[in-house]
């Protein structure tokens, strides 16, 4: 299988022609030395690593797995070995604050670095992708005294990080979990349970490991308001951040699994362990949304990875793989055949796979960009703003990217034919380490029902109308612009349809609330492509005045629009099937008792 290449040329589009980074990061407080020139090194460098260091792991990790032996887990070949090679060259601490060592760069830079690593290698990305949502978690709730203890080891790589929530009996719904904390003498707690499907929960790659881990108290109130939240080190620590000896926290086992198999998804004991208390008492859960949101972006990213492999290596595979003729006449008269990408059926899933791989890579551009205005703007109503959209972008982000994501990896393995089923080509790697992207951080259902439930019509629409007030502004400014005509007409359409098809369910969900779970996935879906159809149509625009400039990169641009013009003709009429399912209702759903499916 051919190597992975990091498509600096579309990153650069993305970050600096379709969101001004370079303005961005100039205004911005804080971000101010993240400069073209200081992003684009910083990338190459990146791309680099992740192409000659993590690429050639990607497969030994699918094929030897992680192994256990009595609660000791042992990574593949060569993955403790680049993970030195990461910490030696300060990855880790790129986004960090400089008061804990870090090197204090923008968040969006280190979802940029994030695509690139989890490209070439996703089960290898995980190990330090979950140390930082544990380190925003306790730079956000920790006391003083426990950043100083843990954070700058955090930040420099030398420990990891994990998130500790799904117990046997319990997934999504977190109320029902079990796991206690006792009170210590010392003001510690004592930790007892047993936490499953923990990812990078036990490794051989850092020396500690700081497990952020949901817990109740004694006399904890029922359900989700009496969780509380605990750091627990797999090593006991000093005050200085010095190892003393082993916490009673175990691995129990690692699971069998689909696929990213270079990652250890851990059963995790906890016997007594010492756990200190992160925030206040019984507000564990609304803490803990500080690492779910960084890690469901993070998965979203996990979409654009595997789109962008599918399609890398489809491509390449559909220009050398001769088969057939065309239908309006050979391509390639010398040879005995001509390469598929010459039949429309082939053009189809490579176009849908650059559609949602480039598309993708826009909406985590945009969604990061919040995130960095959230975190440094001095302005509450410039924090407020992006806080809104961070809020409404997230579900879709992380549900219709993975979603899409999967497709396009689907599609690579079609496209290959029979040699995708076939191990050596890695095209079946890539579709199952895909999947479990729509499960993990909340399952495409559970993300819908936030974004309809509490993102839109607890908003009482006003999320929703924030974004699509920005989309009729982009369709205004464009008025007198015939050549984007067929872009703004049918997105100014969609985004008025948005807004009549929220109130629609709005309406039904008032006599019976299934109607809202009923349209919920429907409705996500509807959004992410009405979102993506704005996002093509800004490329568009982009492009068209670019090659208006004067450009000696014509080709890369006319890409860019005739791309644009797929997705709207070929991709964004989906969204007439998800009105009309959502339309349907909740009736055909719910009328067939759960007692009657099966005889």
């Known amino acids: 299988m051919a190597d992975y290449k990091a498509p600096l040329r579309d990153i650069q589009f993305s970050l600096f022609e379709m969101f001004d980074y370079e303005g961005h990061y100039a205004s911005v407080p804080g971000c101010e030395e993240a400069t073209p020139d200081v992003v684009s090194a910083i990338i190459e460098e990146s791309a680099k690593f992740s192409e000659n260091v993590l690429w050639p792991l990607n497969k030994v990790g699918d094929e030897q797995g992680c192994k256990w032996e009595d609660g000791v887990v042992t990574t593949p070949d060569g993955f403790k070995e680049a993970y030195s090679q990461f910490v030696e060259a300060g990855w880790p601490s790129m986004t960090h604050s400089e008061a804990h060592g870090g090197q204090g760069l923008p968040s969006s830079l280190g979802t940029v670095l994030s695509e690139l690593t989890g490209s070439a290698n996703w089960s290898w990305g995980m190990y330090p992708g979950l140390s930082h949502g544990c380190m925003n978690t306790i730079d956000a709730h920790g006391t003083e005294e426990q950043k100083e203890t843990y954070l700058t080891k955090l930040v420099e790589g030398a420990w990891t990080g994990t998130m500790c929530l799904t117990e046997s009996h319990c997934g999504t719904d977190l109320g029902m979990l079990r796991t206690k904390a006792e009170p210590n003498a010392d003001g510690s707690y004592a930790i007892t349970g047993t936490k499953i499907f923990i990812s990078a929960g036990e490794h051989d790659m850092a020396e500690n490991i700081i497990h952020i881990v949901l817990a109740r108290l004694p006399d904890a109130p029922a359900g989700t308001k009496g969780i509380s939240l605990f750091i627990v080190p797999k090593m006991n620590v000093d005050g200085a951040g010095n190892i003393i000896d082993r916490n ?352």
């Open 248 to 599: 009673a926290v175990k691995c129990g086992s690692i699971e069998h699994k689909m696929g990213i198999h270079g990652n250890a998804t851990c059963v995790m004991n906890f016997d007594s362990a010492k756990g200190y208390l992160i925030g206040p008492e019984n507000k564990g859960l609304m803490a803990m949304f500080t690492f779910m949101n960084t890690a469901r972006l993070g998965t979203a990213i996990q979409g654009v990875a595997h789109a962008e492999i599918g399609f890398q290596k489809s491509l390449e595979y559909a220009r050398d793989r001769l088969q057939m003729r065309s239908l309006s006449g050979p391509k390639n008269p010398e040879g005995p055949a001509d390469p598929i990408i010459v039949h429309p059926d082939v053009r189809r899933m490579l176009l849908t796979q650059k559609a949602f791989a480039e598309g993708g890579r826009m909406m985590i551009h945009l969604t990061s960009k919040q995130v960095d205005i959230l975190q440094n703007a001095e302005s509450e109503e410039d924090r407020k703003a992006a806080d809104d959209r961070l809020s409404f972008l997230t579900p879709i982000a992380k549900a219709f990217i993975t979603e899409v994501g999967y497709e396009s990896a689907n599609l690579g393995l079609q496209i290959f034919g029979g040699h995708g089923f076939i191990s050596e080509w890695g095209m079946e790697q890539n579709v199952r380490d895909c999947r479990i992207s729509m499960l993990y951080e909340g399952t495409t259902g559970i993300q819908a029902l936030d974004l309809i439930g509490r993102k839109v019509l607890g908003s009482g629409g006003e999320l929703l109308k924030g974004f699509t007030k920005d989309v009729h502004q982009f369709c205004k400014d464009q008025g007198d612009n015939d050549a984007m005509k067929e872009f703004v007409e049918p997105l100014a359409a969609i985004n008025k349809e948005w807004g009549d098809i929220t109130m629609h369910i709005g309406m039904k969900a008032m006599e019976n609330p299934d109607e809202a779970g009923a349209a919920s996935v429907d409705y996500l879906m509807y959004s992410g492509y009405a979102t993506l159809a704005y996002l093509w149509a800004m490329a568009a625009d982009k492009a068209q005045k670019a090659l208006a400039a004067g450009t000696e990169e014509e080709a890369f641009y006319k890409a860019k629009i005739t791309t644009a013009r797929f997705y709207f003709q070929r991709i964004l009429p989906r969204t007439r099937t998800c009105v009309d399912t959502i339309k349907s209702g909740a009736d055909s759903l719910m009328e067939l008792p759960a007692e009657d499916f099966a005889f």
